[in-house]
């Protein structure tokens, strides 16, 4: 028998070795996307996050292209057609809204209301009251029903050819809301016998939920859950609630402890990627159509607590006494920690189901593939996509770039954005003209101690001049690049680049490039780079030969067939030492005179370089330096 096992051709262990691997390539992605606002990065997220019937992509190439392009077309046709799954869509601007869930809703509503200057209006409790009841009756108390019943149901989509009853995963029965024990236990509170909440007797109440380990921290120790029908376990839960639970999960994480019940997983993965997207976006579209001079403000809104965020870890950039919130130093990967965890939930939820999966295939043999694929929407500070980069080797940042006067145009003719707020938006995003305006506020405040500090009229000045005081008073211009958005940083940090410029109504081109690059990261060459692709392999490949300590470029040359003619990369002049080498200590000591210029080397008169360098080398000479660090 061992001698049959061994003689199949179609399962050795090469194969098997194989298989596997690109099993797991094809498992577990992470797509990040990054680009200006208007350049199509959510129509991108929202393409990904279709099944691959939706993309309505022609089965035959255009008759127009080469016949090479036309084999390559059919190719990953039939691949993504077979292996293409839907991704899930994580909104960054719902976990941003989350934050402010942790705050009370006063405090959010004053936030809101000096947006629109409530306090200075001539109905300013009119409008206050307004904002306050939108607050919270669309975000706070907003509640997510969950029928325990119809989420543990077995279906042919969700679990295939399996014989197994999904009840059985979690050890109930019939009615899973009949043995709460089961169900709702925490695992790690056996001896106690805790339950996570108490159903006997089960009626349409509220009952609480005691979270447990969350008083260590000092946080909310339990969430309210109301019981809406007992026969069929519908449950409903608050959307404050529901982010005290998303927290726990966050504290349990990162406190190692593996305390957390498998009910929340399915719990918390229908809060993140559909209560919470769809509720917050009903919040800001109220806050537009309800609140007088609230149109269009949800931008500046975001922006500012993001930014927040990067710098204190507090969605809101003061306290109720009035007080900033201190600079935290590891703030700025607030949200991209969000965005890990909500990656966690889905993975741990995927997992969960493979079990479940796994437990109902008829043989040992029997593959399961339940993926977990994510796409972000989107990424504005390039140090939040590192952070990502350093948790998953299958991540992947996507650039979304297309010709300015088109973006511009979409932003002005679809969005229906003024172009001074195009302007506010671009100046937010891009750290180099934020950095810029900045200097000149500075430059105004010290020349003119009576300036007025609060925001003037108009749209594009709601946001700079409260941002840019708060830079001021705490003193946080060397921290810009770690709390500020910079798409700019991002493209140039991406692995993928879309040209989104010519494109149908139905994103053709759009679709068939997202499946050439998907189906490339589920099987790495699958396909030949493009011609252009080549070329930047090659100038990328180039830009190492750079002793550049600020910037790497690599450059090739080509004819119009894209065939290399030259390769290029920035560089010192000939004979001397690339700033990477470069020492003050060592040239002021003048240890290396043929590796400097003679410019460098002179010593001579007071203005002489060797005497503008003098005062940093003793410094670096110091035990105590910080340079050294």
Known sequence: MGREQNTSPSRGSGYQVINDLFDRQQDFIVVGLCGKTGSGVSTTAEILNKEFEELHLNMEPPAAWTDYERHEYRLLYNYAKKNWNCFYLVKTRALITARVLGKTADEFTQFLCELVNADKSGKAEESKNTIKQIVENELYNAKMTFEINTQFKRTEKDFPNTGIKTDEFFGIGENPLDDYDAILLNPKAEQEQRPIVDLTGLQENDYEVELPGAEEDSE????????????????????????????????????????????????????????????????????????PDFDKKETVAMQLLGNNLRISN????????????????????????????????????????????????????????????????????????????????????????????????????????????????????????????????????????????????????????????????????????????????????????????????????????????????????????????????????????????SRQVGAVVTDNEYEILSLGWNQQPREQLPCLYRDVCELHALYDPDGYSDYENADEGKDSFQKAVEPLAEEYNREDCTLKA
């Open 314 to 549: 507090e969605p809101l950039d003061k306290d109720p006494d009035g007080k900033y919130y201190e600079l935290k130093e590891n703030a700025y990967v607030t949200i991209a920690r969000d965005l890990n965890h909500s990656i966690k939930i889905l993975r741990a939820y995927m997992t969960k189901k493979a079990e479940l999966t796994r437990r109902g295939a008829k043989s040992a043999d029997e593959k399961v593939h339940i993926r977990a694929l994510a796409v972000i929407d989107s990424i504005k500070n390039p140090f939040e996509s590192m952070y990502l980069k350093q948790r998953y080797s299958n991540y992947y940042l996507m650039g979304v770039y297309t010709d300015e006067k088109q973006r511009q145009e979409r932003l002005l003719n679809n969005k229906k954005i003024a172009v001074e707020d195009i302007r506010a938006i671009d100046r937010v995003e891009q750290l180099k003209k934020f950095k810029k305006e900045y200097d000149d506020y500075k430059n105004k405040i010290t020349k003119n101690k009576t300036i007025n500090r609060e925001p003037h009229a108009g749209e594009e000045s709601k946001i700079l001049p409260r941002l840019f005081q708060r830079i001021l008073d705490q003193k946080l211009e060397q921290v810009l690049p770690f709390i500020i958005q910079n798409v700019s940083s991002c493209l140039e940090s991406a692995d993928i680049f879309i040209n989104n410029s010519k494109d149908n109504s139905a994103h053709l081109n759009l679709k068939y490039t997202l499946v050439r690059y998907i189906s490339l990261m589920m099987y790495p060459g699958l396909v030949l780079p493009t011609r252009l692709e080549h070329c930047m392999q090659v100038a990328y490949a180039g830009k190492a030969n750079s002793g550049c300590i």
């Open 220 to 291: 909310p120790t339990n969430i309210h859950i109301h019981v809406e029908d007992a026969a069929s376990g519908r449950i409903s839960i608050t959307n404050h609630d529901l982010y005290s639970l998303f927290h726990y999960y966050q504290r349990s994480r990162e406190r190692k402890k593996g305390n957390i019940n498998s009910l929340y997983y399915w719990i918390l993965e229908e809060y993140i990627y559909h209560f919470l997207p769809e509720q917050t976006r009903k919040f800001w579209e109220k806050m537009s159509s309800e609140v």
